[in-house]
């Protein structure tokens, strides 16, 4: 197999574990949730953090066995 399509063979993982844990990192406490009538306004923000750190740490060590 090629490397293409190890590439997609891992990028097709990543999204499938990504969407098994989506719902435990969906509302962190810390996330902004406002809701005044019917107007809801929800920014995750501790979410964002957490994503972000993770794939810092995954994009190093791709880097770092390179």
């Known amino acids: 197999m090629g490397d293409f399509g190890k590439g997609l063979m891992i990028a097709g993982v990543v999204i499938f574990l990504i969407g098994l ?3 435990l990192i969906g509302r962190l406490p810390g ?9 809801t306004f929800i920014f995750p923000i501790v979410t964002c953090i957490i994503i972000s750190l993770v794939l810092s740490l995954i994009m190093y060590v791709i880097n770092h066995f390179r």
Do not use: A, L, T
Not at 31 to 39: L, Q, Y
């Open 31 to 39: 996330d902004i949730f406002v809701k005044k009538g019917n107007v």
């Open 21 to 23: 844990c989506w719902q």
